[in-house]
């Protein structure tokens, strides 16, 4: 992971939460989010996605974010196997 990449994700987390409440007209749909900018929302993820490949380059972080009023939690799980000190 590039240094900065944990800053530039709480930013633009920070950023989505904060624009949230006047995105939820557009509900199911995925906003882009670069730095503190939004780039747009779009009905696809594939089209988000594209949006943001064609703001930020292949090199430059940009998170794309399904719009939803309240996210449930994740619960992410991972077959784990110690290695024998």
């Given amino acids: 992971m ?12 920070e950023t989505f939460g904060r624009l949230l409440p006047s995105l939820l007209d557009r509900e199911g749909h995925f906003a882009v989010i670069l730095g503190e900018e939004l780039v ?3 009905a696809a993820y594939e089209d988000a ?3 943001g490949y064609t703001k930020a380059g292949p090199n430059i972080p940009f998170l794309v974010k399904r719009i939803v009023p309240n996210e449930p939690p994740q619960v992410l ?3 784990v196997t ?3 000190m």
């Fill in 49 to 51: 996605l594209r949006s």
């Fill in 77 to 79: 799980r991972r077959a």
């Fill in 40 to 42: 747009g929302v779009y």
């Fill in 2 to 13: 590039a240094a900065g990449s944990n800053n530039t994700l709480a930013k633009e987390l």
């Fill in 82 to 84: 110690l290695c024998p």
